[in-house]
């Protein structure tokens, strides 16, 4: 039986990420080990997974580090979980191809349009379920109650929850407001995520729905896995897109 290893980076506390690679990999007529990895030493993924990698930042200095890591351990296939690595595994993915290693990630135009909140609703917005966006506060209603995200950002950082328009311009200073993206504030008590995986042809394979029950720092700590039937329509109409 032929061998190889699959790396889940970001790891955290994603604990039934690594028991769905567990229970996929199995169904494969092959030796195969999931490997955690994190930057963060102390996290709960550590026990679950086959090994765990303490590993460096995913930034360009550290990738003849990470590469020869990935060969040494015969590492195959690489997961990356969050979307703050996404722009460094797209943009390395073809030199990983080369060496004969798969990163289930989309191509750097993509995930750049997707890093960019505002681009993101450009390049959506003619699909009515697209949350309107913009980057200029006059765009809304003085007595709406809003949302304010770094435009950049990701894990939640510099988040502004459930203010107005008049807190906003007192709280941020206008160089500040201008790298921002504003949305109508929805309140509510879920907050789910969708891991989508699609096909090189742009088939849609699996769509894995979580509602996040406990998030720290903007990462998921607790997740239930639902099911995602009801959101396929939808991915399959942004994925077209994008």
Same mark, same amino acid.
């Given at each position: 039986m032929e061998s190889f290893n699959v790396l889940l980076t970001c790891s955290s506390n994603k604990t039934q990420l690594i028991e769905w690679a567990k229970r996929s990999v199995s169904k494969l007529d092959y030796k195969i080990n999931v490997y955690a990895g994190d930057t963060n030493l102390n996290v709960q993924s550590k026990y679950l997974s086959d090994k765990f990698w303490h590993m460096p930042k995913c930034v360009k200095k550290?990738?003849? #580090?990470?590469?020869?890591?990935? =060969?040494?351990?015969?590492? =195959?296939?690489?997961?990356?979980?969050? !979307?703050?690595?996404?722009?460094?595994?797209?943009? &390395?993915? $073809?030199?990983?191809?080369?060496?004969?290693?798969?990163?289930?990630?989309?191509?750097?135009?993509?995930?750049?349009?997707?890093?960019? =909140?505002?681009?993101? &609703?450009?390049?959506?917005?003619?699909?009515?379920?697209?949350? &309107?966006?913009?980057?200029?506060?006059? !765009?809304?209603?003085?007595? $709406?109650?809003?949302?304010? #995200? !770094?435009?950049?950002?990701?894990?939640?950082?510099?988040?502004?929850?459930?203010?107005?328009?008049? &807190?906003?311009?007192?709280?941020?200073? =206008?160089?500040?407001?201008?790298?921002?993206?504003? $949305?109508?504030?929805?309140?509510?008590?879920?907050?789910?995520?969708?891991?989508?995986?699609f096909s090189k042809k742009n088939k849609l394979l699996k769509v894995l729905a979580r509602n996040r029950s406990l998030i720290i720092n903007g990462e998921s700590a607790i997740t239930t896995v639902i099911d995602g039937n009801k959101f396929i329509n939808k991915i399959n109409l942004v994925g077209s897109k994008l």
């Open positions: 550290n990738y003849p #580090k990470i590469l020869r890591f990935c =060969k040494k351990q015969n590492i =195959k296939i690489i997961i990356p979980s969050s !979307d703050k690595e996404l722009l460094f595994w797209s943009n &390395f993915k $073809q030199d990983l191809k080369k060496n004969k290693i798969y990163v289930m990630v989309s191509n750097y135009e993509t995930v750049n349009s997707c890093h960019d =909140k505002l681009r993101f &609703f450009k390049k959506l917005k003619k699909f009515n379920f697209v949350s &309107f966006t913009s980057n200029n506060l006059n !765009d809304f209603k003085s007595n $709406q109650t809003l949302i304010g #995200k !770094d435009r950049y950002g990701s894990g939640s950082k510099k988040i502004i929850i459930g203010k107005k328009e008049k &807190f906003i311009k007192e709280y941020l200073s =206008k160089k500040k407001i201008e790298n921002y993206i504003f $949305q109508k504030y929805i309140n509510s008590k879920n907050e789910i995520s969708l891991d989508c995986y």
